[in-house]
């Protein structure tokens, strides 16, 4: 199959409406038994399951999916809009599926054999592979069916995880689709309302799914559509191969998009914010890469620490809304995602599974992506706190495997920003896979806290500003300027006894031995300055050699530079690129080794804060016993 975009068409779809129509309406198939009663358990509308084995018994089952759905609402004799909705998407959907068979067929020989079985049976190995490719044909139905349905359905309540696996048959595309509409029908029967009723309907696409993904590798002949990428447009719905399964429909990103001139202090923060924006738009859709991933300096993940409302928030919104208006621009597709502790479930693995999606939703190399996980120390947990709830420890496994595992790819499309007030409480390794650390510290210098007076303040009166050059400092060039030379010395206490030592033994450092001692002597001070720490200084030192100015211009219009091919992209970044200096060197080190400093020094001033309480009421509560002891009344009641 053309790994090329294949548009599904309305024609292909019509031609097989009639079999879906019939699929949804009425059909007799053969199911397994599997020890299922025909009784219902009374209130419940489940069945009971026998404790005796009847695997290898198969009875005829008659699935009629208008009259269950139907019978969701008895009391009135119209469809609701849900109930509508369902039955319309999975008899498109079946369209659909069988649509998508054709074209697997006609891209494998399977067609061929087809028309050479009609004029007489095939026989030996043409007949194996005949077979074998009809039931590849049935997976990949059967596949884009769920698939379908997953996207096609919203859900409002909370996922189903008590859904049975279809019974698959995989004889011919039209019994694969009989066994996904009939476990539907068998899930959606008895539902309480039409909310539940969609919320099984999900829970049946996603089981199949997954089952149908476990057993992928029986099936031969499946290469022509792992690399397929087809798109029906009416739908707006996409198949990318065996790509993660198409989740919920993304709606239109809806949110307060902030400028950055909005935005007071936090100068570095929002000079990365802003170019991180601009990186990312240099992501090449057709090749799949992006420039500043081969030349150096991109920011895959982050961490922006703070306290409480010194402009957090106010940092995704600038950043997704500088984003959105590059894709409008551009005219590619954008996704801002944002993971929080509303998707940490009570269901055992189901933490893990949101974060995943969450996760690959944002990875897709289809569009340009923006993940944010706010408050983070209480989404994702340590792993050493026995008091957190197993969905917050599964968050964590996700988030370490996803940003720095075995499998981890960066295509330089998307980037994942991880804010907290409360760092410290984060995992370590978690911690350490962000690239880059923000100090969103807010407005700090009597300038920054005029400027956003008078910003926030708005211009509903007739006071005098007074001698004040109104947002003078808040000009981006100098005030990072400023803010980098800052860097140049530690901030943190403990970091300064180190960088101090290190001067009154080697001097002012000249060469890299220079630069490894001075890493030594932080990694003694601090054993959480790893070997992941250098990797990310020196990824930090990369992207300020990158810290280029790419011109508002090619941002302007899509065809100055986003939609130029990507070795012109390369090449017109690399002309902008500068070697670093050894003040950049210092600079990069001292910015990461002070947060990692300060995080340490936040956790054991928590901890000693802990114990002085702890010991205070401990002695309190010897003081009142004793004192109880002495008025007779300690072993009283």
């Not at 993904?213 to 798109?231: D, P, T």
Request: with cysteine; net charge negative.
């Amino acid at each position: 199959m053309d790994t090329g975009l294949t548009t599904i068409d309305e024609k292909d779809i019509e031609k097989h409406r009639a079999t879906a129509q019939s699929l949804v309406t009425r059909f007799v198939m053969l199911e397994s038994d599997a020890g299922r009663s025909g009784t219902e358990l009374a209130g419940t509308g489940r069945r009971f399951v026998s404790t005796v084995s009847t695997g290898s018994l198969r009875k005829t089952r008659e699935v009629e999916l208008v009259r269950t759905i139907a019978a969701i609402r008895k009391d009135d004799p119209m469809f609701s809009i849900a109930q509508h909705t369902l039955l319309y998407r999975a008899r498109r959907g079946a369209a659909v599926a069988l649509s998508v068979a054709d074209v697997f067929a006609r891209s494998t020989e399977l067609e061929s054999l087809q028309e050479r079985n009609t004029r007489s049976p095939l026989e030996g190995d043409v007949a194996q592979s005949y077979h074998a490719l009809l039931q590849a044909s049935a997976y990949v139905a059967a596949f884009t069916l769920s698939s379908y349905l997953l996207r096609m359905l919203d859900a409002d309540s909370e996922p189903v995880n008590d859904t049975d696996e279809p019974d698959f048959q995989f004889d011919t595309p039209q019994d694969a689709l009989k066994s996904v509409i009939a476990a539907l029908d068998r899930s959606i029967a008895g539902a309480a309302d039409e909310t539940v009723m969609t919320a099984r309907a999900r829970a049946v696409a996603r089981v199949a799914i997954e089952g149908l993904l476990q057993r992928r590798g029986r099936f031969s002949g499946l290469g022509a559509f792992e690399n397929a990428h087809m798109r029906l447009e009416a739908d707006d719905f996409t198949l990318d191969g065996f790509d993660v399964a198409p989740g919920q429909k993304r709606k239109p990103l809806v949110m307060s998009f902030k400028k950055p001139n909005e935005i007071i202090g936090n100068h570095i923060a929002k000079y990365q914010a802003m170019k991180l924006a601009k990186m990312l738009m240099a992501y090449d859709f057709d090749r799949q890469m992006n420039p500043f991933v081969e030349l150096g300096g991109f920011l895959f993940t982050f961490i922006g620490d703070g306290a409480p409302g010194t402009g957090k928030t106010i940092l995704i919104q600038m950043t997704a809304g500088l984003l959105n208006d590059y894709c409008q621009v551009a005219g590619v597709p954008f996704h801002y995602e944002n993971f929080g502790v509303d998707q940490i479930s009570s269901y055992q693995g189901k933490s893990g599974q949101n974060c995943k999606q969450f996760v690959e939703n944002v990875l897709s190399p289809r569009a340009i992506g923006f993940g944010t996980i706010d408050d983070i120390d209480q989404v994702a947990a340590k792993r050493s706190d026995d008091r957190a709830s197993a969905g917050q420890q599964e968050v964590t496994g996700v988030l370490m495997e996803s940003f720095a595992g075995a499998g981890t790819v960066v295509r330089g499309n998307c980037s994942f920003g991880m804010f907290s007030n409360y760092p410290e409480n984060v995992d370590d390794a978690l911690r350490q896979r962000a690239g880059a650390r923000w100090l969103v510290d807010g407005p700090q210098t009597l300038e920054d806290y005029v400027d956003i007076f008078v910003l926030l303040a708005g211009k509903n009166h007739d006071i005098p500003l007074g001698e004040h050059s109104l947002f003078a400092t808040q000009e981006i060039k100098r005030a990072v300027e400023t803010a980098y030379e800052a860097h140049s010395r530690p901030q943190e206490e403990g970091l300064q006894k180190v960088y101090e030592r290190f001067l009154n033994e080697r001097g002012e450092p000249g060469t890299l031995t220079d630069i490894g001692a001075y890493l030594h002597e932080i990694k003694l001070a601090e054993p959480r300055f790893t070997g992941r720490a250098i990797k990310n200084i020196t990824d930090a030192i990369k992207m300020r050699a990158m810290d280029i100015e790419l011109p508002d211009a090619w941002f302007e219009t899509p065809d100055a530079f986003m939609r130029k091919g990507y070795d012109e992209k390369k090449a017109m970044i690399a002309e902008l690129r500068k070697p670093f200096t050894m003040s950049m060197v210092m600079q990069e080190i001292n910015r990461y080794a002070d947060s990692e400093f300060r995080y340490s020094d936040r956790s054991d001033d928590v901890a000693v804060s802990n114990i002085v309480r702890d010991q205070r009421l401990r002695e309190r509560a010897i003081r009142e016993i004793e004192d109880m002891k002495a008025r007779g009344v300690w072993n009283a009641g």
